[in-house]
């Protein structure tokens, strides 16, 4: 066994129960290991979409308003952008190993909590530990897969990692549908309870115990960074999840929300550059490349996921898909992600992760640029082919992206690094969706209002339809000012319509600008990892 080898995580055979011993041996453990590990971020990251198709369900069952039942998302968005930041100094308190089976129990638990609720305020309570259980296992679930295989293989072993990131948000919606079409809300909990166990039975199985010096190596507990970061965080969140819906800052609460947030996170900043034990380490930003990824993660966050937000409320609320229908549209697309990422397996050694971003962001802007010609008479046919783009582009941003941003880092800093990326993809994600929920409302009412002022009297083409439609309305009603009054409301219809065609139009644009604004970049990241990274060592996470 090679130097570089040894250093790998779940390489020594003194750290492995004696069944992943006889893995090692076979040259299979490693594999395991990141199978082991994807699973736990999978579950994460369904959980943050499954939830959005049962509201409706939820709300009735438990007797909740429309706004009251949003906090079942926004708890669990608050919790887990909070404790993300944090996932590397939890693994250096208690162990890498210990954390993430850890995390996974907390995750198993608070799920049955979640399906056994039988009140709101339970739910958002136990939707809030969810979250707090669950933050951990996307980024402790990236650095022990980044940290498992040499160079050459990690191209491989991501695209088995990122098979569930980027595909899970499209198979949420479809399995969340389903179930609560035909078992009810409460088994979109309950569905984690096997593979969480299952998770953890794989984890403390074949994952290298933790050493006792890994253990307990952050001296001092940070406990202000802790505070200062999930008032910031958690703030900000909420400004996010509520400021459209509250009108931003005509609403008070949204206000003292946005002063919390960027007081909070400016001390965060201050306290964790000066003290000596930060609880996150912001020191890591001195690498190029974890600016230059981790602003580009938050693009990827707001762009890609912003379309896979956008889409099914558009063919909802316009084409009225159901929600199950809705979310079978964004199948395809996660079938051409799955493919890609076995191409990026073979061919990821060979291609710089820069080249690769590069051709993903032009295919990405021509998937906005597609969803550009939308129309009254678009259907499934017509989001195929640009849903296919936006599965094939994602892969060849977010995978690279990864290996870009913390390949050039040396091993002691790829734990921090990893959190920190995962929380601008979140923050990203967070941004895009709030961004997407405030414009479509604002340029709907102004293309309405455009629409109305050419909609007069004056116009003879006006006066025409308004008359043909008058005259095919009496002939069922009877009546002259019921049938104008009825072709009046139709003409409104069309030009709420027409307005809310126009938003879509509208967003689409900005998506496929943002990705070609953006290209520069990628001048910030590494082309090659440095030797300390491409060695893989275990950073302890």
């Not at 919390?260 to 550059?273: D, K, N, P, Q, Y």
């Not at 995978?399 to 050039?408: D, E, H, K, N, Q």
Request: hydrophobic share 50%; with cysteine; glycine share 10%.
């Amino acid at each position: 066994m090679s130097a570089a080898t040894a250093t790998l995580y779940g390489s020594d055979p003194e750290q492995l129960s004696p069944i992943a011993a006889r893995l090692l041996e076979k040259g299979l453990l490693k594999w395991v290991i990141a199978l082991a590990a994807s699973l736990g971020a999978i579950l994460e990251v369904i959980d943050t979409v499954i939830t959005n198709v049962a509201l409706p369900d939820i709300r009735g069952n438990l007797g909740a308003t429309l706004s009251e039942a949003g906090w079942i998302s926004t708890s669990y968005a608050c919790a887990n952008v909070v404790i993300i930041p944090l996932s590397a100094w939890l693994g250096y308190r208690f162990g890498r190993r210990n954390y993430f089976v850890f995390s996974l129990i907390g995750f198993t638990l608070a799920s049955l909590l979640c399906g056994i609720s039988n009140s709101l305020g339970m739910l958002i309570f136990a939707r809030v530990l969810q979250g707090l259980a669950g933050g951990g296992l996307l980024a402790k679930a990236q650095s022990i897969v980044f940290e498992t295989f040499s160079a050459r293989e990690r191209p491989l072993a991501q695209a088995i990692f990122g098979l569930g990131v980027i595909v899970g948000p499209a198979i949420g919606p479809v399995l969340g549908g389903w179930l609560t079409d035909n078992m009810g809300w409460r088994w979109i909990f309950f569905i984690n309870l096997p593979l969480g166990v299952l998770a953890v039975l794989m984890c403390t199985t074949f994952m290298p115990s933790d050493r006792p010096e890994e253990i307990n190596r952050t001296g001092k507990v940070d406990w202000s960074g802790i505070g200062l970061l999930a008032v910031g965080l958690a703030c900000f969140q909420l400004f996010l999840e509520e400021g459209q819906q509250d009108d931003w800052f005509e609403s008070r609460f949204i206000c003292t929300v946005a002063i919390a947030s960027v007081i909070g996170i400016i001390l965060f900043i201050w306290r964790e550059l000066t003290t000596e034990h930060p609880a996150v380490d912001l020191r890591v930003l001195r690498y190029r490349s974890m600016i230059g990824g981790s602003l580009y993660s938050a693009v990827l966050g707001m762009g890609l996921y912003g379309i896979m937000f956008a889409v099914p409320i558009f063919v909802q609320d316009y084409l009225h898909y159901t929600a199950l229908q809705s979310g079978m549209i964004l199948v395809p697309g996660a079938f051409a992600s799955a493919a890609m990422m076995m191409a990026y397996g073979k061919i990821g050694n060979k291609v710089s992760p820069r080249t690769m971003i590069f051709f993903g962001a032009l295919l990405t802007s021509l998937t906005g640029f597609l969803l550009m010609d939308i129309n009254p008479d678009t259907g499934t046919k017509q989001l195929f082919w640009p849903l296919i783009a936006r599965g094939f582009g994602s892969v060849m941003m977010f995978m690279p992206l990864s290996i870009a941003t913390l390949g050039p880092l040396d091993k002691k800093d790829i734990a921090a690094g990893s959190g920190f990326y995962s929380l601008t993809r979140q923050l990203g994600s967070s941004i895009g969706i709030a961004l997407i929920t405030t414009l479509l409302a604002r340029r709907e009412a102004l293309h309405r209002s455009v629409l109305v002022e050419r909609i007069s009297d004056y116009r003879p083409q006006v006066g025409e339809r308004i008359d043909l439609l008058t005259n095919a309305f009496t002939a069922h009603s009877g009546s002259k000012q019921v049938a104008h009054d009825q072709a009046m409301g139709l003409l409104d219809r069309i030009v709420s319509g027409q307005a809310i065609l126009q938003s879509y139009e509208d967003i689409f644009t900005y998506v496929a600008a943002l990705f070609i604004f953006t290209l520069p970049l990628l001048f910030f990241l590494g082309g090659k990892p440095n030797k300390n990274a491409s060695d893989a060592a275990a950073a302890a996470h």
